[in-house]
């Protein structure tokens, strides 16, 4: 089967968009095929389908390969939309308003691009559907006990915290995993975290297409960490987290007892696109 793609880097989260319309049935197996080495390599897959809603704000649909949100791909899609000129938007305070339908995400998402001076680079930021649930979690592992915060977003949980430099930090991922087999999920990521420079190391489990990448970033994420952190210093938050493929802003509003409003914002830029085999 030959498909038309794109593939983009926002802050090296390597994403890779299908543009032809394929049965969602066969979203993991071309997924699948399309992250591995021997084809084009990415981190992850995102599908382009025509929006459903009924207001007809969006002008395209994101379906991420096991149906998760992710604030990466969204930025990126948005990107590529401005640059193929094939979205209705608005222009104003010398950013372009895109707006969009994604996966994991049950309204339009609302993104603001500004071109730079390279082709095919932007500055992309998305607007990102708040959390359901934080909490205090705690897990034994090696002997020793330890703590993080679980940010639960619609469809995908992140769990941020220290490790040990010298723990096997995949073996932990399993032992968390293991501890929410019975929990429904699209996705599952453990952040890695140093909070007294705000960096992470992402490492994200696909539940769909069973995959488990360590990522050069994770939107969803960063904005899990920048949600910690107002919840930890009860206050509004504008902090930049690095990852190992750049750093991502991450802003949030407190409203004296939740976060009311998350945005992400960084580099996206397309690097490829034509047309792969599967």
């Excluded at 997924?31 to 981190?43: D, G, T």
């Excluded at 995908?156 to 991922?173: G, P, Q, R």
Aim: hydrophobic share 35%; net charge negative.
């Amino acid at each position: 089967m030959k498909l038309n793609f794109i593939k983009t880097n926002p802050t090296e989260n390597m994403t890779v968009f299908i543009l032809d319309q394929v049965s969602r049935d066969e979203y993991v197996d071309i997924a699948n095929k399309i992250m591995n080495y021997n084809n084009i390599n990415a981190e992850q897959v995102g599908f382009v389908e025509k929006p459903t809603y009924p207001n007809g704000e969006a002008c395209a649909k994101l379906h991420m390969m096991g149906g998760e949100f992710c604030g990466n791909a969204t930025r990126a899609l948005a990107a590529v939309m401005v640059d193929r000129h094939q979205c209705k938007y608005n222009y104003s305070d010398n950013k372009i308003h895109v707006t969009l339908e994604v996966s994991g995400a049950d309204k339009s998402i609302s993104c603001e691009v500004i071109p730079t001076f390279k082709k095919g680079k932007f500055i992309s930021g998305v607007e990102m559907p708040l959390h359901e649930m934080i909490y205090d979690y705690e897990i034994e592992y090696d002997a020793e006990r330890y703590k993080g915060t679980m940010v639960e977003f619609q469809g995908i949980m992140h769990l941020i915290i220290e490790l040990d430099d010298n723990a096997s930090k995949e073996e932990f991922f399993e032992k968390v995993k293991e501890d929410f087999k019975y929990k429904e999920y699209d996705a599952l990521g453990i952040m890695f975290s140093n909070k007294k420079d705000y960096s992470m190391v992402p490492l994200v489990y696909v539940k769909a297409t069973g995959s488990l990448i360590w990522e050069r970033g994770c939107g969803s994420g960063a904005t899990a960490m920048g949600i910690a952190v107002s919840y930890e210093q009860k206050k509004e938050v504008d902090i930049t987290i690095k990852q190992p493929g750049g750093e991502l802003q991450v802003t949030t509003k407190w409203d004296g007892n939740d976060v009311t409003k998350l945005f992400l914002n960084g580099d996206v830029e397309i690097v490829a696109e034509g047309v792969l085999q599967v």
